[in-house]
């Protein structure tokens, strides 16, 4: 799989954050927020991601609770990835996102960015930072 890229999922129940990471799978870079729409769509709309950024892992982001316990959002988490796995040849792998949206919104606020845009924009930057969460373990599984 060398040359393959890794891309990053925020999954919400509204909007989907996705990053890809470089070529050489070093640093995560923010590539769009997606508005859902009914599942089906949705997983189309990432296989199709995933085929034209030649993307060979997804790392969705996975909502623990605080104390690490697995919830109804965790939950839906694992059954959406575990979908999106039957539709495609990526490898899917899970990364903790416990407070990725907390420092997403930290990111925005010392950028200067104003309430109403950030909105918009937190959901690519949280998969962003689970990526990138990601790309910095040195346990990672290589492509």
């Not at 059954?79 to 539709?87: F, K, P, Y």
């Not at 690519?124 to 373990?137: M, S």
Request: hydrophobic share 40%.
């Amino acid at each position: 799989m060398t040359g393959k890229r890794y891309m990053g999922i925020d999954l919400g129940n509204v909007r989907v954050g996705i990053a890809v990471s470089d070529i050489m799978g070093i640093v995560a870079g923010a590539l769009e927020t997606y508005r859902r729409q009914e599942d089906e769509a949705d997983l189309q709309h990432i296989c199709k991601l995933i085929e034209e950024q030649n993307v060979g892992v997804v790392v969705v982001g996975l909502p623990l609770n605080m104390d690490g316990s697995s919830g109804p959002r965790a939950q839906m988490a694992r059954e959406w990835g575990n979908a999106l796995a039957e539709r495609t040849n990526a490898k899917i792998v899970f990364q903790d996102e416990r407070l990725t949206t907390v420092s997403s919104e930290r990111v925005l606020i010392e950028s200067g960015m104003r309430r109403e845009k950030r909105k918009g924009v937190i959901d690519r930057v949280a998969a962003t930072i689970i990526l990138q969460t990601y790309l910095d373990n040195p346990c990672k599984i290589p492509l």
